[in-house]
């Protein structure tokens, strides 16, 4: 009943940029939280970043003052902006959304499909 479509993955070097988007949407009564997870090959799926309820956010150390997570309530969007990307950030990114359903307000955890980041060095 909840759908999360990531876009905006690609191939950069390191030192640029690129901008992730997702957009959830569904029979959604409320949002509560969103954030962005990744996987890397052998490894575990980590957060990324996430904000909350009216705005708060928290980052994985290793990619504060380099990302920025924002989020449009009126398209259910989140963004995640990463700027100075280095080869380790290379993963594939999902994004993830945390909230309540219209029906008898049923909680839902959606996760998207997952977008490839790739960053040459």
């Known amino acids: 009943q909840v759908q999360s479509v990531e876009s905006g993955g690609g191939l950069v070097q390191a030192g640029g940029s690129l901008r992730l988007s997702c957009a959830v949407s569904?029979?959604?009564?409320?949002?509560?939280?969103m954030g962005w997870y990744r996987q890397a090959p052998g490894k575990q799926r980590e957060l990324v970043a996430q904000?909350?309820?009216?705005?708060?956010?928290n980052y994985a150390d290793s990619v504060k003052g380099r990302f920025t997570i924002s989020r449009d309530n009126a398209k259910n969007t989140v963004y995640l902006q990463m700027n100075s990307l280095k080869p380790e950030d290379t993963a594939v990114y999902y994004c993830?959304?945390?909230?309540?359903?219209?029906?008898?307000?049923?909680?839902?955890?959606?996760w998207g499909q997952g977008t490839q980041v790739t960053v040459s060095s």
């Open positions: 993830n959304a945390k909230g309540k359903l219209i029906m008898m307000m049923i909680p839902f955890d959606s």
């Open positions: 904000i909350i309820g009216g705005g708060s956010t």
């Open positions: 569904g029979s959604i009564f409320s949002i509560n939280a």
